[in-house]
């Protein structure tokens, strides 16, 4: 069966320091990914795919198939980037449509100081 | 364009009741899929609906029970509520879900007394 894991449930950074979101999945077949973000009051929206290979809002995920993971980074953390931070995986690609679903991890609260 | 909509926002029910919640997608996406969100749990697949076809169900009971209609709208339906099933419940459309993901809507609150 497909996990993501998030190990952290709490992050804590300053505004200008680096930033990275763990996230380490398990899937048999060929996964697709997603990072997920909910701002405060707001509906959960997506913040990039793995597919696209796209930086949004200064963030980059790379998806490191050895290790399984797909972290999501930024350099310089930002106030704005307050948030709470889901990882999802999307599962029946090639399943004609019987097993699509997005399976996410339990979250990341992202807390950037002044 | 308008993005997914989900009424009614805010729902109070008594032990024992049913409930049906509503779901309009974007348009142009064909599938919908229902999520529910707790605090303990997290978020949990229910449900993907794509041209009136249910293609896969999470791991609930069969008090938890959906649909879709031709214009792609979707209703999900709780019969025999139990104070457990308290939570927001996610509805998300998509035009081609692996590669663009899902839009999610604002959700339902669903408070079981």
């Known amino acids: 069966a497909q996990r993501v894991t998030q190990p952290e449930k709490l992050l804590s950074v300053f505004k200008g320091a680096p930033v990275e979101l763990k996230c380490n999945y398990s899937y048999s077949g060929s996964p697709e990914l997603f990072w997920y973000v909910q701002y405060s009051r707001q509906r959960l929206q997506l913040l990039l795919r793995h597919i696209s290979r796209e930086s949004i809002k200064g963030f980059t995920a790379d998806l490191n198939k050895g290790e399984t993971s797909f972290h999501l980074k930024k350099p310089f953390a930002q106030e704005e980037d307050s948030a709470m931070y889901y990882c999802?995986?999307?599962?029946?690609?090639?399943?004609?449509?019987?097993?699509?679903?997005?399976?996410f991890g339990k979250g990341t609260l992202l807390t950037v100081n002044p | 364009k308008a993005g997914v909509t989900q009424t009614p926002r805010y729902l109070i029910k008594t032990r024992g009741q049913q409930v049906t919640l509503s779901c309009s997608p974007i348009s142009g996406h064909r599938s919908v899929s229902w999520y529910q969100q707790t605090p303990g749990q997290g978020l949990q697949f229910l449900f993907e609906?794509?041209?009136?076809?249910?293609?896969n169900k999470g791991n609930f009971p069969g008090r938890f029970s959906g649909r879709q209609f031709s214009n792609s709208r979707s209703e999900m339906n709780v019969s025999t509520l139990e104070l457990g099933d308290s939570a927001l419940y996610l509805c998300?459309?998509?035009?081609?879900?692996?590669?663009?993901?899902?839009?999610f809507g604002s959700g339902t609150r669903l408070t079981v007394v």
């Open positions: 998300a459309s998509s035009f081609s879900s692996f590669l663009y993901g899902y839009t």
């Open positions: 999802a995986l999307f599962t029946g690609k090639n399943s004609g449509g019987s097993n699509y679903k997005l399976t």
């Open positions: 609906y794509f041209s009136e076809t249910q293609r």
